[in-house]
């Protein structure tokens, strides 16, 4: 059997062993979002330590875990942490808590993520809905020997973002009064900052925010058939378009102090796409 799909079950069953719950939605907690279980009832935690196989650095002191619980009444498992490919890991490690929240059970992924802005009228604290994505500055996770069992050799990108969760997130920012812009997400590996001349060349292109994550997710979330959706905090406006350098501990700072609408908007969402699992 494939090596990875190999590993990626061994990791669903010890999982399975210790778990006894399906979730219907994946969510990654970006920046901002780190206590959003505080709104969940929370069923259950794994830490990915305790996962046998599952990528943690043995530098990093407080690698993440995942948490079941239920949002108003959906069942959701979320990833309190990420991997990241600037972290020196391979593509499909960085990918394999996606593919196994799928095997869990999740039909919907939902990306959240900070990210430097380009879009003109941005501004540090905005969120983007992430309508579509460049990922082609970043190793592609399906490289290598296909893996059958989770989707097909060429799979079609033409519409990674799922429209129905977009109109769900879209409704959602407007009766909440809070403000939302919509955007294409690019990734770039880290762990710099990009150069003022990138982020232009990422404007060129056509992209609205730049970050260090979720296109390859997305990628492999697609790959098997994943419904996605994806919102960006706009943490600060990227290298060059203001004339402060970026410092990470602002960037945090700005995404924890829109967290609250961020937790708001990601909580009701979720809530709605309820009524259509
Ligand atoms: N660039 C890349 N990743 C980021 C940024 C940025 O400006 N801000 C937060 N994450």
Redesign the pocket.
């Known amino acids: 059997m494939n090596k990875i799909y190999e590993k990626l079950l061994r990791c669903k069953e010890d999982v399975r062993r210790k778990i006894n719950f399906t979730p219907k939605i994946g969510l990654v907690l970006g920046?901002g979002l780190g206590d959003f279980a505080n709104e969940m009832k929370i069923e259950a935690t794994l830490n990915y330590h305790d996962i046998e196989g599952f990528p943690v650095s043995t530098v990093a002191g407080h690698a993440g875990r995942f948490i079941f619980g239920y949002v108003g009444e959906v069942p959701v498992v979320c990833m309190q942490g990420r991997v990241h490919y600037y972290e020196g890991y391979p593509m499909e490690d960085v990918v394999l808590p996606i593919r196994l929240m799928k095997l869990l059970g999740a039909e919907i992924l939902f990306l959240t993520?900070?990210?430097?802005g380009i879009l003109q009228g941005m501004k540090a604290g905005d969120f983007m809905l992430i309508t579509g994505q460049i990922a082609s500055f970043v190793p592609s996770p399906l490289v290598g020997a296909n893996i059958e069992e989770l989707g097909t050799r060429f799979p079609d990108m033409s519409h990674i973002y799922d429209e129905d969760l977009q109109t769900i997130v879209k409704k959602t920012a407007l009766e909440n009064n809070i403000p939302l812009k919509q955007g294409v997400y690019i990734q770039?590996t880290?762990p710099q900052?990009?150069s003022p001349e990138e982020v232009a060349m990422c404007r060129t292109l056509g992209a609205g925010a730049?970050?260090?994550s979720t296109a390859c997710e997305a990628v492999a979330a697609n790959h098997m058939g994943m419904k996605i959706v994806g919102i960006s905090c706009i943490?600060?406006m990227?290298?060059g378009i203001t004339p402060t350098p970026?410092a990470h501990t602002e960037?945090q700072e700005t995404a924890d102090r829109v967290a609250p609408d961020f937790r708001k908007l990601v909580y009701e969402s979720i809530c709605r796409m309820g009524e259509i699992l």
Do not use: F, K, Q
Not at 113 to 116: D, F, H, T, V
């Open positions: 920046s993520n900070a990210a430097g770039m880290g900052y990009e730049v970050g260090m943490a600060n990227a290298a970026l960037i």
